[in-house]
């Protein structure tokens, strides 16, 4: 083992501690390679290990071979079924007036998460994927409307992105389904905006898998290396069992909790 390499533990807890101690702020530029080997007296090679390091322990964010930045610490978060109880309750107070009497998850998706730095919504009509065309049970020519809805609740945090398709065919009727300003503050969630079109929403399934992250979803994420990416495909069907929505919903395994609730019909007496 060469001295450079001997210096690596000890340069990586004294900027560990650099860190945790707020010395380095969330969100601030990090060293170059350059700047790190200069303060150190290592190689690029060992000052290119030292932040390859701090990635995999997650207290820097960035591309590899582009701009590091100190991590901004992930918003845990929860995504509990039972918000759909809630929403398809909220959909009904909504066109009663009252506005104010559930708070809203992440754009219905069942997620909840803190407060936002930003976030927006864009909307399209579009031929939806071949998977999606499957699950929405689409002919050849059949469009969807399809919104993206991205958040990120602090500057150089990860980003957060679910996107919803939608039969074109069901929503044609209502041009606010197609608003993203409207859509970006809609006071009763997908189930409301169904409602608005004479949908009743049934049931919802969600589907789940893992996967290991691409190079792009690591980055617009902020994932750490070793880290997978959790997928929620959720499918909402009407009460004749007709599907009316897919949303795509990933979801980094580092910050969320996923809660599942099964209500279990009694014996019969």
């Not at 650099?18 to 200069?38: D, H, M, N, V, W």
């Not at 290991?212 to 902020?222: I, K, L």
């Given at each position: ?59 820097l964010s960035g591309k590899t071979g582009g701009k590091t930045w100190v991590r901004v610490p992930p918003v845990p978060a ?192």
């Amino acid at each position: 083992m060469s001295k450079y390499e001997r210096k690596s533990p000890r340069i990586v807890a004294e900027l560990l501690d650099e860190i945790s101690s707020g010395k380095r702020r969330p969100g601030e530029q990090f060293l170059t390679i350059a700047q790190l080997a200069e303060k150190y007296d290592v190689s690029p090679n060992t000052a290119s290990g030292v932040i390859k390091q701090l990635k995999t322990l997650g207290a820097l964010s960035g591309k590899t071979g582009g701009k590091t930045w100190v991590r901004v610490p992930p918003v845990p978060a929860k995504r509990d079924t039972q918000r759909y109880l809630e929403e398809k309750a909220r959909a009904a107070l909504v066109d009663a007036g009252e506005r104010g009497a559930f708070g809203v998850s992440e754009y219905d998706t069942g997620v909840t998460i803190g407060s936002l730095h930003h976030n927006g919504v864009r909307v399209d009509v579009v031929e939806p994927p071949e998977d999606v065309a499957a699950v929405l049970r689409l002919g050849p020519g059949e469009r969807v409307r399809r919104v993206i809805y991205e958040r990120r609740h602090q500057e150089h945090a990860g980003l957060s992105r679910s996107t919803s398709y939608v039969p074109y065919e069901l929503i044609k009727d209502n041009p606010d389904l197609l608003n993203s300003e409207l859509l970006a503050n809609w006071p009763g969630g997908m189930m409301h905006e169904l409602r608005t079109v004479g949908i009743e929403a049934g049931e919802i399934v969600d589907h789940v898998s893992v996967t290991v992250p691409t190079a792009e979803e690591s980055h617009d994420y902020d994932i750490p290396p070793g880290v997978p990416l959790i997928h929620i495909r959720k499918v909402t069907f009407d009460i004749t069992g007709r599907p009316v929505e897919v949303a795509d919903i990933p979801l980094p395994g580092d910050r969320v909790e996923l809660i599942f609730r099964t209500p279990l019909p009694r014996w019969a007496e």
